[in-house]
């Protein structure tokens, strides 16, 4: 059977880092567009940009080739490079032996990106894409308005 493909814009926005936040998302398969956003009161950029992704991807209720378009180099960089195939390996540990930033993130996308065939693209911000700036557009606007509590955060349990 052959899987729906699917664009996945994302990006998160920080008004300080940490700071209020936000993420914005949009999904694409043919003709039609799903918009999602969210703030949150005290985050990072990272998780905002993290989260995007894994709201993004949790929303498809069945398996799909993902084509994920990001202007975060620490998303894209972690799935194209290897870097999450790693940490996992070595529970959440990077090379150096420290502990992963956002490790309960990287724990909630890594059964996503098994369930989708995710190729990362990575855009440079506030350039040309349309969607990522209309991501950046929703991001912003939820981090300004911030209702949602990153819990893992507040507690420190993020370590970033």
Avoid at 21 to 28: A, H
Avoid at 48 to 70: D, F, H, K, R, W
Avoid at 116 to 126: D, F, K, L, N, S
Wanted: aromatic share 6%; with cysteine.
């Amino acid at each position: 059977m052959e899987r729906k493909q699917v664009a996945l814009y994302t990006d998160g926005a920080c008004s300080g880092n940490p700071g209020p936040g936000g993420y914005g998302v949009i999904l694409c398969h043919g003709p039609h567009e799903k918009v999602l956003s969210a703030g949150f009161r005290r985050t990072t950029n990272n998780r905002m940009e993290l989260l995007a992704v894994i709201v993004g991807l949790e929303q498809l209720n069945q398996p799909c080739q993902v084509t994920l378009v990001s202007d975060s180099r620490y998303v894209v960089d972690a799935l194209a490079k290897g870097w999450l195939r790693r940490w996992q390996a070595a529970g959440y540990r990077k090379a150096d032996g420290k502990p992963v930033l956002n490790p309960d993130l990287w724990r909630r996308l890594a059964p996503l990106l098994e369930r989708h065939e995710v190729r990362p693209v990575w855009v440079r911000g506030h350039e040309d894409n349309p969607y990522n700036n209309r991501c950046d557009a929703l991001a912003v606007a939820a981090a300004a308005s911030p209702a949602g509590i990153d819990e893992v955060f507040e507690q420190g349990g993020a370590q970033d």
